[in-house]
């Protein structure tokens, strides 16, 4: 499937351009949306029909959809940047590759790769007018697939609808980057062996909401996870994955919790700055980290520095980590030389402003 391969219904009222560009000017985080969808349906035995790029509207479900009752809905995100003149966005292949193995883990049908970008092309395209110009700021994708057919029977469903629709960002955070603060959950976990801990499931993030509100009350800005066997070792945040900065050898060494729990969302940005360490001839290690050796790096000086990555935060340096058993400031408790570093090399490569020698930069049109 191709970026023509839809059917094209346009907005009859679309945002006007004085609307768009003042929605421009702060767009925020998640606040707003753009003009138009992708939708594409899929029937058992008839596998994904023909999609429609559409006006953005309020879907209709039947009362009894299956995604109401047995939570069968996973969803992505990645954006797209204006560069040289033209639009980019940043390793799709890997946000399709990660949707089709949530969408196995959870029964439901995988979409193609192909159509996936396909799919982001074309609203990308259609809506281009609302990718911003401004620094820091991007174009939202959300991609998401839930199940449609209406009926009560703990089961596959046998109809899903997948959309794609789109956002334009500013910083996640509204402090823009500045050292956000965490708090270490011992109450509640994310996930467990076995479990859904490596799928883009909505059910994940609904169940990490109290200690996401918890971790507001303690005065931190977002929770961090551990196992749920042992209760020691540090998983990841609550909508994006950590990485602890050391020095080895004169040079800095990065360490983030590995993946072979199999608890833990395996994100793109994070495996882009593992190679990204690893082509400037720094060490990047995947291991357990456990909260006691966490502190106590911290408290000796060890740990340099430490911040958190994902498509929406980018790269948000950590400043303060708080338990139950106490807090520590990390170094200054200000960003670090290399988390501000490796932020701005990200940047750079995702807005097509440096050497791609990865082919990580997906040229829209």
């Given at each position: 499937?191709?970026?023509?391969?839809?059917?094209?219904?346009?907005?009859?009222?679309?945002?006007?351009?004085?609307?768009?560009?003042?929605?421009?000017?702060?767009?925020?985080?998640?606040?707003?949306?753009?003009?138009?969808?992708?939708?594409?349906?899929y029937?058992?035995g008839?596998?994904?029909?023909?999609?429609?790029?559409?006006?953005?509207?309020?879907?209709?479900?039947?009362?009894?959809?299956?995604?109401?009752h047995?939570?069968?809905?996973?969803?992505?995100?990645?954006?797209?940047y204006?560069?040289?003149?033209?639009?980019?966005?940043?390793?799709?292949?890997?946000?399709?590759?990660?949707?089709?193995?949530?969408?196995?883990?959870?029964?439901?049908?995988?979409?193609?790769?192909?159509?996936?970008?396909?799919?982001?092309?074309?609203l990308?395209?259609?809506?281009?007018?609302?990718?911003?110009?401004?620094?820091?700021?991007?174009?939202?994708?959300?991609?998401?697939?839930?199940?449609?057919?209406?009926?009560?029977g703990?089961?596959?469903?046998?109809?899903?609808?997948?959309?794609?629709?789109?956002?334009?960002?500013?910083?996640?955070?509204?402090?823009?980057?500045?050292?956000v603060?965490?708090?270490?959950?011992?109450?509640?976990?994310?996930?467990?062996?076995?479990?859904?801990?490596?799928?883009?499931?909505?059910?994940?993030?609904?169940?990490?909401?109290?200690?996401?509100?918890?971790?507001?009350?303690?005065?931190?800005?977002?929770?961090?996870?551990?196992?749920?066997?042992?209760?020691?070792?540090?998983?990841e945040?609550?909508?994006?994955?950590?990485?602890?900065?050391?020095?080895?050898?004169?040079?800095?060494?990065?360490?983030?919790?590995?993946?072979?729990?199999?608890?833990?969302?395996?994100g793109?940005?994070?495996?882009?700055?593992?190679?990204?360490?690893?082509?400037?001839?720094?060490?990047?290690?995947?291991?357990?980290?456990?909260?006691?050796?966490?502190?106590?790096?911290?408290?000796?000086?060890?740990?340099?520095?430490?911040?958190?990555?994902?498509?929406?935060?980018?790269?948000?340096?950590?400043?303060?980590?708080?338990s139950?058993?106490?807090?520590?400031?990390?170094?200054?408790?200000q960003?670090?030389?290399?988390?501000?570093?490796?932020?701005?090399?990200?940047?750079?490569?995702?807005?097509?402003?440096?050497?791609?020698?990865?082919?990580?930069?997906?040229?829209?049109?």
């Amino acid at each position: 499937m191709t970026a023509t391969d839809f059917d094209l219904r346009p907005n009859p009222r679309p945002h006007s351009d004085a609307e768009r560009l003042k929605v421009l000017e702060s767009p925020g985080f998640g606040r707003f949306f753009t003009d138009h969808m992708v939708s594409i349906r899929y029937v058992e035995g008839q596998g994904w029909l023909r999609g429609a790029l559409e006006a953005y509207a309020p879907i209709t479900l039947d009362p009894a959809a299956s995604v109401l009752h047995y939570g069968q809905a996973i969803f992505e995100g990645f954006k797209a940047y204006r560069a040289d003149g033209g639009i980019v966005t940043f390793r799709p292949d890997a946000n399709a590759r990660r949707f089709a193995r949530s969408a196995e883990r959870l029964a439901m049908p995988p979409l193609p790769v192909e159509t996936f970008i396909a799919a982001a092309d074309a609203l990308i395209a259609r809506d281009a007018a609302w990718v911003p110009t401004a620094p820091d700021t991007s174009l939202y994708l959300r991609p998401l697939m839930i199940a449609t057919e209406g009926v009560l029977g703990v089961r596959p469903a046998h109809e899903y609808l997948f959309l794609l629709f789109a956002s334009p960002a500013g910083a996640y955070f509204s402090g823009g980057v500045k050292p956000v603060s965490v708090w270490i959950s011992e109450d509640y976990v994310r996930a467990a062996p076995g479990g859904t801990g490596t799928a883009k499931c909505a059910g994940n993030y609904a169940a990490s909401l109290v200690a996401q509100r918890d971790a507001l009350a303690k005065g931190c800005d977002q929770v961090v996870w551990i196992d749920a066997v042992e209760r020691k070792w540090i998983e990841e945040m609550g909508g994006m994955n950590v990485m602890f900065v050391y020095e080895e050898g004169g040079k800095p060494s990065l360490v983030t919790p590995d993946l072979s729990s199999g608890t833990l969302l395996p994100g793109v940005t994070r495996d882009s700055l593992l190679t990204l360490a690893r082509d400037r001839g720094w060490r990047a290690t995947e291991r357990r980290v456990s909260v006691d050796e966490l502190t106590a790096d911290i408290a000796s000086g060890k740990l340099k520095e430490a911040f958190a990555c994902g498509t929406a935060a980018v790269i948000t340096p950590i400043g303060l980590v708080k338990s139950a058993r106490g807090a520590w400031t990390i170094a200054d408790g200000q960003p670090g030389k290399v988390t501000m570093d490796l932020r701005h090399q990200l940047l750079e490569l995702q807005h097509g402003r440096a050497p791609d020698p990865h082919g990580w930069v997906h040229r829209v049109g």
